[in-house]
């Protein structure tokens, strides 16, 4: 990806994760209208250049399954909770984007027909095929199972050519970096790497899943202005996770 040309894309269809946290911008909770904006503009860059978009969004600044559960919750219902509160996401995020011209669906995997489209595999592809951003909501419908499974279940029905995952860093390292400045970043790692070393990439079933289906993921900082753009030119500081 080093010389890439900036005009001609090395991925045509890519999955975007991010997690709910990044919309919260310097917030503690909840929504920050103008990090929502700032992030579907970065999206709204990559769609100029052509290419199809995925998006899975996490439900961390609304709530979260498995924290409702350590506090007593029941799991399932705990988790069908932060299912909600992706689609809360989602939503918002549709809303910054067609405020710049991006055509935009939602599809949730639970069924709740006013405000998103049910999970019909042919018909999201059949978004992308038409230039629509695919928000995928609802993680996968069933309990136990994180928005990381999510994203790259969907990935791999999508067909996409990677994940990229954005991150408050700008990569994958062998250490925490904000509490360590002697952290090492990773150029390239594989995905046995990643879970021998407990590398926070993804939880173990996604990447166990992307390993399966040899699904290229990129790590990188959703904070870096023009990052997500950079990278498919074969710019910035980036992680990728491969077989």
């Known amino acids: 990806m080093t010389d890439a040309d900036p005009a001609t894309p090395k991925f045509s269809r890519v999955m975007l994760k991010i997690s709910g946290e990044a919309l919260m911008g310097d917030a503690g909770y909840g929504l920050h ?37 350590a506090q007593g919750m029941e799991r399932t219902t ?15 995020m549709q809303s910054a984007l067609e405020k710049l011209g991006v055509f935009c669906r939602v599809i949730s995997a639970i069924r709740m027909d006013e405000v998103a489209e049910p999970y019909i595999r042919r018909r999201a592809v059949r978004h992308l095929e038409k230039k629509r951003v695919c928000i995928f909501a609802a993680g996968t419908g069933n309990p136990y199972f994180t928005t990381d499974t999510a994203a790259t279940l969907r990935a791999n029905e999508m067909n996409c050519d990677a994940i990229f995952k954005g991150t408050k860093v700008d990569g994958v390292y062998d250490r925490d970096p904000v509490a360590c400045s002697e952290a090492q970043r990773y150029d390239r790692v594989t995905y046995d790497e990643v879970l021998a070393r407990h590398l926070k990439v993804m939880d173990a079933s996604a990447i166990a899943l992307a390993r399966d289906n040899d699904l290229p993921i990129i790590v990188f900082s959703l904070d870096e202005p023009g990052g997500f753009k950079g990278i498919l030119a074969g710019q910035g500081a980036y992680t990728t996770v491969h077989g």
């Open 33 to 69: 209208p103008p990090t929502v904006e700032r992030i579907a503009q970065e999206v709204a860059a990559v769609h100029e250049l052509g290419v199809e978009i995925c998006m899975v969004i996490g439900g961390g600044n609304i709530f979260r399954g498995l924290q409702g559960s």
């Open 78 to 92: 705990a988790d069908y909770m932060g299912m909600l509160a992706t689609v809360m996401n989602a939503l918002a």
